[in-house]
């Protein structure tokens, strides 16, 4: 028998030679937010404050990239779904890994890019203004994106079993606590110094260096992710000529009302979670006029969230994500409007931390649960229609969520100018105006507070998934893969 060693011949696994589900996938699916997260939270927590504060950027113009990057992210997000769905694959368990594996360097480079503190000694403004725009489209639209997709795509097919799912949620949840809880806690002692004038200053150099730490340790988070992780339920691309095209396919994604509702919660969520992440730095460093109190803060607000590893889970199996979810939002929300009209003093920092620790541990609640949200959508998916189409769905959903995080830059910048923030005297190291300071306050109470009452809203009211639904289409589908009909089945003959 000859063989030819230049052409490799490799043949689909066996689904039942998979080994079980089991806490390696949870951890190596918990390491992969870790990963991601060592660049986004990053974002989410220094990027504003890096290029109004070291940069000298106006707030406006950061917000206004925000909002046009993720206009752009409504293509490349959709477009990168529908490449991960499509793109024909050796092998069906590799249809998500591959990209792990292939964008993991390119995501960690692009975003220490964005953090080049050199760029601060530029006289030309626009120059600053070009090297941001750049950065940032290469991190978000495009590396983030081909990463982030395949990565929440997976969990849908790591399991059939809607509490395993549930358990990855937790995990990718907790995997980002973790991240938070590094970015959020760590980095303020080392990047906040205070000025001769005994003004609080985010220090350029001190930040450069923390973001290539973040984007090395980023890297070597998706390696471990890449290991740990498994594809147990078989999803390949569909033979040239047939399924449906992708206009239907998309058509009948958009109509799906679980996922309708579950993007204008995301929404809402991004825009009062990420308003308030955006706001925080602001707050300690204008408002109580000490950048190092983010610390504890933010160790007080994430560490308690630790224990939803065992605590959702449980709520998830005892009521349903969107009951607990929908409750949690709810006093989160009214925490955060509670705050604002206590007027809680300047000298008083730890009453607002108390405050802040609580809101926060209520949309952990949420958070901790929202990725087995979209495997029980991608699943109605399946039921509606036939098709899961994974990846499409969760790009749509990815793109809903980065909506929420442009809305709430944008309006982070629109709001900071509204309130007479100077993006001049900040880089200058002059404390702002007693207008600013106290609008600074406002904003990051009530703008958070009131989104966080809109998610309890449409959680409670108008997504449709609730428990006993969840329930019923998991049975449906097993009775489908095991070729029997049941009888609340939508597509039975």
């Known amino acids: 028998m000859s063989t030819d060693s230049s052409k490799e011949v490799v043949l689909d696994p066996d689904p039942a030679t998979k080994r079980p589900f089991g ?69 069906w368990d590799m249809k998500f890994k591959r990209w792990i594996r292939a964008m993991a360097i390119p995501v960690a480079v692009a975003s220490a890019l964005m953090y080049s503190a050199f760029i601060a000694d530029w006289e030309s403004y626009t120059a600053r203004l070009v090297w941001m725009w750049a950065t940032y489209f290469l991190w978000g639209s495009i590396t983030y994106t081909l990463i982030n997709i395949p990565y929440g795509s997976i969990s849908s097919v790591m399991s059939s079993d809607p509490d395993e799912r549930a358990q990855l949620s937790v995990f990718r949840s907790t995997g980002a606590t973790l991240a938070n809880l590094v970015i959020a806690s760590v980095l303020p002692l080392i990047v906040y110094t205070k000025n001769e004038a005994g003004v609080a200053v985010l220090d350029g150099t001190r930040m450069q260096l923390s973001a290539i730490v973040c984007a090395v340790l980023a890297v070597v988070f998706y390696a471990i992710c890449y290991w740990g992780i498994e594809q147990r339920v078989p999803s390949q691309v569909a033979p040239k000529g047939e399924g449906a095209g992708i206009g239907k396919m998309l058509a009948s994604v958009v109509t799906n009302k679980a996922l309708l509702m579950l993007i204008l919660a995301a929404l809402s969520l991004l825009l009062g979670q990420m308003f308030l992440g955006g706001m925080v730095g602001y707050v300690f460093l204008s408002y109580f006029n000490n950048g190092a109190l983010q610390s504890p803060a933010s160790l007080l607000a994430l560490v308690p969230a630790l224990s939803l590893i065992v605590l959702a889970p449980i709520m998830n199996k005892k009521f349903g994500k969107a009951e607990t979810g929908g409750v949690a939002m709810l006093i989160g929300g009214v925490v955060l409007l509670g705050a604002y009209f206590m007027k809680i003093d300047q000298d008083q920092p730890w009453l607002w931390i108390a405050a802040y620790a609580v809101a926060m541990f209520c949309i952990s609640v949420f958070n901790y649960l929202v990725w087995a949200f979209i495997t029980d959508v991608i699943d109605y998916q399946e039921i509606r229609t036939g098709a899961r189409d994974d990846a499409t769905v969760y790009a749509i959903y990815s793109w809903s969520r980065k909506l929420g995080q442009a809305f709430a830059g944008g309006l982070t910048g629109v709001a900071l100018g509204w309130i007479g923030f100077s993006a001049d005297d900040a880089k ?46 998991t049975e449906i589908l097993v009775a489908r893969r095991e070729g029997r009909v049941h009888p609340a089945d939508p597509m039975k003959k």
């Open 428 to 473: 200058a190291g002059i404390a702002q105006s007693a207008e600013a300071v106290d609008g600074i306050y406002m904003l990051a109470n009530v703008i958070p507070g009131v989104f966080s009452l809109i998610v309890a809203f449409v959680l409670i009211f108008l997504y449709p998934l609730k428990k006993k639904v969840v329930d019923t289409n």
């Open 23 to 91: 806490m390696r996938d949870k951890i190596g699916y918990m390491f992969g937010d870790f990963g991601n997260d060592f660049t986004f939270i990053l974002q989410m927590a220094f990027f504003m404050l890096f290029y109004t504060n070291v940069v000298g950027i106006k707030p406006e113009h950061v917000g206004l990239l925000f909002l046009v990057a993720r206009i752009i992210d409504g293509f490349t997000d959709v477009g990168a779904g529908i490449l991960v769905d499509r793109l024909p694959s050796k092998r």
